[in-house]
């Protein structure tokens, strides 16, 4: 492989739910395992910098790019064996969900309706109700910029709330993953997949965003929350949803050039196709600093930044 096999001056904002983004230096595809492992080793012979893209469900992208080269997942085979799927980073969430229901295979009917792909949601331990991608991870492969591959065992993943240690472990890319589900019945299993998506069309807005543009929020003892009401969330587990902090904060609605706080979910920031990431950034901070004044919470970012 050479510099040559690489597009150059590559547009990022199609590439992403939120759509916005510069140009990447260089842009690559990569099919397979082995499209992976060349282009790794190449970044390392030519010192270029590199970041990975799967769905781009969960990023922001600098007005100004990324200056290296970008990767995209594209190995999206994937099998089943008994209880397992053997999948790579790049097959669709979505994919994964409907075939194991298919197959009688329980474990994944949370993320019904969620975009973005397996390796994606691996690198940011995906969730919801209460379940993540962690419940059902089995071994995760990774390669390294010397070729090398290596495989991570649940434990080793070291998984927290939306964290893992893929975030803090630079040279390193998720090729595939074992899953490890459970045996259940495909009508029923359908019957959930429907009543999950039906309820994420009710409640998260079907328009250009990252999804969730900041991590539920642990409180410190010092924070004054708001007074709890009758639209208390009913699940608080051990954080304080933070699109629900962003609401009492007055922010539904507010506006910053193309992107607009929404008014069915405060924590998802919508680009009405017009939106740069300078306006959404500017109404991330806004968000953050009067949060914070008016409650004490440090809101904490889930979305990847990429170029900044």
């Keep these: 492989m050479h510099l040559s096999d690489f597009k150059t001056n590559i547009i990022l904002a199609p590439y992403t739910s939120l759509g916005v983004g510069g140009p990447a230096d260089y842009f690559y595809e990569a099919k397979n395992e082995e ?46 064996n008994g209880e397992n799927i053997f999948a790579g980073a790049g097959c669709p969430l979505g994919v994964l969900v409907a075939s194991s229901a298919k197959n009688g295979l329980a474990g994944l009917e949370w993320a019904a309706g969620l975009p973005g792909t397996l390796g994606g949601a691996i690198y940011g331990n995906a969730g919801t109700f209460g379940k993540s991608i962690s419940d059902i991870i089995s071994e995760v492969k990774i390669i390294d910029t010397e070729g090398k591959e290596r495989i991570f065992n649940q434990q080793d993943c070291e998984f927290g709330y939306r964290k893992s240690i893929f975030q803090n472990t630079p040279g390193v890319v998720i090729v595939s993953a074992k ?20 309820w994420r069309l009710e409640h998260h807005p079907p328009y250009k965003s990252a999804g969730c543009i900041f991590r539920n929020s642990n409180p410190s003892p010092d924070a004054h929350l708001p007074l709890l009401e009758t639209d208390q969330p009913k ?74």
């Excluded at 970041?51 to 997942?73: E, H, K, P, Q, Y």
């Design 35 to 80: 499209d992976l492992t060349a282009a790794l080793k190449l970044v390392k012979e030519e010192n270029i910098s590199y970041i990975m893209l799967g769905g781009g469900t969960n990023v922001m992208v600098s007005d100004n790019g990324f200056r290296g080269l970008v990767i995209v997942a594209r190995n999206n085979d994937f099998s089943i």
């Design 179 to 198: 899953l490890k589900m459970q045996h259940g019945d495909s009508t029923l299993l359908k019957g959930e997949l429907k009543k999950n998506a039906l």
């Design 235 to 308: 699940q608080w587990f051990d954080k304080v949803p933070s699109g629900w902090l962003i609401d009492k904060a007055g922010l539904k609605g507010s506006t910053n050039g193309g992107f607009i706080i929404s008014e069915v979910h405060g924590n998802f920031f919508i680009n009405n196709g017009t939106g740069t990431a300078k306006q959404l950034n500017e109404l991330i901070e806004k968000a953050k600093k009067d949060v914070n004044e008016k409650f004490g919470v440090a809101l904490e970012e889930e979305v990847r930044r990429i170029g900044f």
